[in-house]
């Protein structure tokens, strides 16, 4: 394990790994999400108190996970940069803030949408709520610093610093539900005693959490590539400045008969909204990881990106 | 020890011949405070109520306001290179500017919020529990804000950075502290409150000098 460690150092290694990796990733992405997307909103079953509300769990927990999982990621990257010098930690915490940000969002936004027919109101200030809404602030933080120093080597300095002060934050977040009394349900699967939640949803939240999961490896994977491919551009000073496109993405209007139990408002802006944010991070990344691969393949020197 | 004593004479002698820089946070905290019972009314029950929160409030804010002195005039003299240069253990130098800038900003501050403390009604029983918060999370704040301070030491747009970075670490020391008041206004133990700011205190203590003086070497490089 030592020796694939530094084996990995160097960039040109892992970007390599990683693109043979990103068909497979993508593809389980694909699969998983569009299972768990239909086990999720068809073939599981209602909630015997929340409805069809409860189908807002299937997009809220493993979006609450991920962004708890990336942060973990990017502490991780900081801390082996900092201490160890490895510059793929420095890249992949570059990399994967912005997921993060994006997953404690949506976990905000379907968290809410789902407070507001089942708790009756939108936000509380709850420990659960509250902390993630700081971890939300700590992500912003964090690519904000990273942005605020005209040197970029500097920059990730001072943000790894500040991704591990934030560490503190993660069992606060965890144990929240747990040390204090508040709204936020405690927790049904990661505890100790086994996971109180039915198989029949347990299920579909297990395989939209692991979707989620190849969703950022494939994305990061993409991210990483864009970023390498952007250091090499910028060490050559030939970064050109006009602005990435953004992508459009339209839902398509919903068929009149899923009414959700009533509870449509909620549960069809809850996926909306996730998939929408997921398919524009998508998208920008590899819009702008195409522009700059295709870049640096222009470049007239010996080495280019295999 | 001595080179830790040296640094703190040097931070109060430097303070005393800016007087003006000292007392800015603390006129600052004062008008924050007073734009609550002129915007709420006078009425003596409502500011009692929040009383807690507007002090708390007006705390944090003029602490950051004095943060800006830590380390931006050395830095921009030159006499930080120096100081890092000399060899001396940055856990050290960042300790002892921690302890200038609380001796100087968080416990004028705390004397501060007990004045205003009167204007905003509040009852005796809760003075005492009021100043042990201040002090604590005084502390804390002051060492947190030196961690930021030097995070933040060669960025564009420093000042609203800061607030930006600090402030989400903040939030725990506000809530246990107002939290620590409001107790006492209702007559509930002050004890918990007080235990979880030492703790954080002492969390703060142990953490952050090393992760500011890792800062301070990365803001030099």
């Known amino acids: 394990m030592t020796i694939r460690f530094h084996y990995f150092a160097n960039p040109t290694r892992a970007l390599r790994v990683a693109k043979t990796l990103l068909p497979f990733s993508l593809a389980a992405m694909s699969v998983l999400l569009g299972w768990g997307l239909w086990l999720a909103l068809y073939a599981s079953p209602p909630d015997y108190q929340q409805g069809e509300a409860v189908r807002i769990m299937y997009v809220h927990v493993p979006a609450a996970w991920m962004a708890l999982f990336v942060y973990i990621i990017v502490a991780a990257g900081s801390v082996s940069f900092l201490i160890w010098r490895h510059p793929l930690g420095e890249l992949i915490a570059e990399a994967a803030a912005p997921i993060g940000a994006c997953f404690t969002a949506l976990a905000l936004i379907t968290g809410s949408l789902w407070g507001q027919p089942m708790w009756g109101t939108w936000w509380v200030w709850d420990a659960r709520l509250t902390s993630v809404l700081i971890l939300f602030f700590l992500y912003l933080g964090y690519m904000g610093l990273r942005n605020a120093f005209d040197d970029p080597a500097k920059g990730s300095r001072a943000a790894s610093i500040l991704a591990i002060i934030g560490t503190i934050n993660l069992p606060i977040i ?10 936020h349900q405690p927790a049904s ?54 602005s990435s496109s953004l992508a459009a993405v339209r839902l398509s209007s919903v068929a009149p008969f899923f009414a959700m139990g009533g509870y ?28 700059n691969e295709a870049a640096v393949q222009r470049l007239p020197s010996p080495q280019s990106v295999s | ?80 290179d120096q100081l890092i240069l000399s060899g001396l253990p940055l856990p050290l130098l960042v300790l002892g500017k921690s302890l200038g800038h609380w001796l100087l900003t968080s ?8 004045l205003m403390g009167i204007f905003l009604n509040l009852p005796g029983t809760a003075f005492l529990p009021l100043a042990l918060a201040m002090i604590l999370g005084g502390a804390s704040l002051t060492l947190l804000g030196t961690t930021i301070m030097a995070l933040t030491l060669g960025a564009r747009r420093g000042g609203a950075l800061t607030g930006l970075l600090l402030l989400p670490l903040t939030l725990p020391i506000a809530i246990f502290g107002a939290g620590t008041v409001t107790a006492a206004l209702s007559d509930l133990p002050t004890r918990p409150p007080l235990l979880v700011l030492g703790g954080i205190f002492l969390g703060c203590l142990a953490i952050c000098p090393f992760l500011a003086a890792i800062a301070l070497r990365e803001a030099l490089d």
């Open chain 1, 174 to 183: 965890k144990f929240s539900v747990d040390w204090w009394n508040t709204l």
């Open chain 1, 189 to 242: 699967v990661l505890r100790l005693g086994g996971p109180t939640i039915h198989p029949d949803m347990l299920w579909p939240l297990l395989i939209m959490a692991v979707g989620f999961k190849f969703y950022f490896l494939s994305v990061g994977i993409i991210r990483l590539r864009n970023h390498v491919a952007l250091r090499r551009l910028q060490a050559l000073s030939l970064l050109s400045s006009d």
């Open chain 1, 264 to 291: 449509a408002f909620y549960v069809w802006p809850a996926y909306g909204v996730t998939f929408c944010v997921l398919a524009i991070l998508f998208a920008r990344s590899a819009i702008a990881m195409r522009r």
């Open chain 2, 1 to 80: 020890m001595m080179v830790f004593f040296a640094l703190l004479h040097r931070e109060l002698r430097l303070a005393g011949r800016q007087k003006f820089d000292v007392t800015l946070p603390l006129a600052v905290a004062v008008l924050i405070l007073l734009l609550f019972p002129l915007s709420l009314g006078p009425e003596p029950d409502l500011l009692r109520r929040l009383a807690p929160a507007a002090l708390w409030i007006a705390a944090l804010l003029g602490a950051l306001l004095g943060l800006d002195r830590l380390f931006h005039s050395d830095f921009d003299d030159g006499s930080l």
């Open chain 2, 107 to 114: 416990l004028p501050m705390t004397a501060v919020t007990l």
